[in-house]
């Protein structure tokens, strides 16, 4: 008696599933929904499934594929198999801070796993001080600071994440000159110009517009970077020109909220309420709780003469933020 196909297939596949580690995932080597890279390592899974190394390249692949989920399937079985090394915890750390939802505390463990493995793994010690920064833990992120604050790779990017420290616990002195220190040694940082910019903004519009224009000379097409030289404008009372950034700086980063936003302003200084109220709504179909949105929406609908939609607008704001001041709009 001949078996169907369908039979023969089903337990060669369960043949191999049974191979796998517990907790590994069974791709087919067949299964063109996957790229070829994750096919072909796939195959060398399912011939070798005790091999960690393939594990760890699948996911690796996976990684970079931006799909975080089936990295850590992987990464974890690379791991299972071989706890002792120190870049599969590594790389799972990294994986699980990916993840939409971020897993702080397997990221945390997996990364003190990979130290505590290999002392001086300084990439480690780097995503500990963006976890600690990430948290608010600023104790434990000055320590992981001092550790690797003077490695020659990292050096630039971990003074970049005490600057971000500084600023965070509002600490504006020192930010400031945070900021001199990192350009005085990294003369075209970009995060260190963007942030002497921002914190000279309230303090020296010319001087802060300066920085910007630097920013702009290092990344064009930086999205805060376009934002803040179009406020600037802005303040200027340069309607026109400020309107032309804000534009730019949407087609960059269509979500950038306080773009629209301004834009909205401009259109209602110049009369144009109906697309004043546009723009309001488009913020409102990203973020339904800008109160500033309503408020701008209100606005308009008072200088159009629609004195009830006026105050339904001013009165979803003031829910959303009771110390908004309605007598600026």
Known sequence: ??????????????NCTNQLPDGAQFISENDTTYSQDIREISLKINKSPKDDNLYYLRGNTFFFDQNYKKAVVDFQTASTLNPKNPLYHFRLGESYL?????????????????????????????????????RQQYESFNKWFKEIENN????????????????EQKDTVKAELMCDY???EFPNNFDATMQKALLLLNKDLKLSETYVDKALAIDEFAAEALYSKAFILQKYEKYADAYKLYERTIK???????????????????????DAIKRADLILDKSNTFAKA?????????????????????SAAKKLDKNLDLDNF
């Open 1 to 14: 008696m001949r078996l169907p196909l369908i039979i023969i297939l089903a337990a060669l596949i369960s």
């Open 98 to 134: 990916q993840l939409d939802s971020a897993d702080y505390e397997k990221s945390n463990f997996h990364l003190t796993q990979a130290i505590e493995i290999k002392s001086d793994y300084i990439e480690a010690k780097f995503l500990m001080a963006k976890l600690s920064l990430a």
């Open 152 to 167: 020659p790779e990292f050096r630039e990017k971990t003074l970049v994440l005490k600057l971000i420290a500084l600023k």
């Open 182 to 184: 990192i350009l005085n």
């Open 252 to 274: 960059v980063n269509p979500d950038h909220l306080f773009a629209l936003y301004n834009m909205g302003v401009i259109d209602y200084l110049f009369e144009n309420y109906q």
């Open 294 to 314: 309503y408020a701008l929406k209100g606005s308009s609908y008072r200088m159009m003469g629609n004195k009830k939609a006026a105050e339904d607008q001013f």
